[in-house]
């Protein structure tokens, strides 16, 4: 019963340097997601994708990337990170759009330095 | 464009008291709305969730929520709380795209 893995749990960096959160899904979800958490700002949807080859922006796209060459993957990339992307990072999936029920992983806490 | 207000960022509570935690949304077409739950050091979970129907929506540990959409509002309850429903809770809403677009969240702090 793994749902939703994220990867890792835990990363310091220091700013400028890049990496990549890992999520995958065994649910063959065809929607797929990632948020940030902020203290009082709630979870804020940074990119989303509907079905692999298939991504959009979220509320706060800036400074991150994504890709969806399987069903079960989603990475979310931060290219050059920045104390700002200092936060705890979700990844979700879904059946479908409208369905309402996320399944969330158990979150990746990044600090940059 | 969606938007959630959760009203109360903390509700301090006794055990055994009722709890109501409240959400207003915005939206220019029809939503779904949901409730989720956040424990310490864990990722969300949902709570209830409405779509259409009956517009009181009972959900897992107790609660429920009541669709009010002349005041665009999705008020979470519960009759009598419990220690362990110290947690964190989200407001969701979402206009059938796929975005969930949450609130702040509300901390809420049972105590004995």
């Known amino acids: ?113 | 464009a969606q938007s959630v207000t959760q009203l109360d960022s903390q509700v301090p509570v006794f055990e055994e008291a009722p709890v109501e935690l409240r959400c207003n949304y915005s939206s220019s077409v029809s939503v779904y709305l949901f409730w989720y739950v956040q424990y310490p050091n864990q990722g969300l979970q949902l709570l209830l969730k409405y779509l259409s129907g009956s517009t009181l929506v009972k959900g897992i540990n107790g609660f429920e929520a009541e669709f009010n959409k002349s005041q665009t509002s999705f008020h979470l309850r519960k009759p009598s709380v419990h220690i362990s429903d110290t947690a964190e809770y989200f407001c969701a809403v979402d206009s059938n795209t796929g975005k969930l677009i949450f609130g702040q969240g509300t901390t809420l702090q049972v105590k004995p």
């Open chain 1, 1 to 113: 019963n793994a749902g939703v893995t994220q990867t890792p749990k835990f990363q310091v960096l220091k700013t400028g340097q890049s990496m990549t959160l890992q999520c995958a899904q065994d649910m063959n979800h065809e929607y797929m997601s990632w948020y940030r958490q902020d203290p009082g700002m709630g979870l804020r949807l940074i990119h989303y994708s509907v079905g692999a080859g298939i991504t959009d922006q979220g509320e706060v796209p800036n400074g991150y990337n994504v890709s969806r060459s399987t069903t079960e993957d989603f990475p979310l990339r931060l290219l050059s990170a920045a104390p700002s992307q200092t936060s705890v990072y979700f990844c979700a999936s879904s059946r479908g759009a409208g369905t309402g029920e996320l399944f969330f992983g158990e979150g990746s806490r990044l600090t940059v330095l």
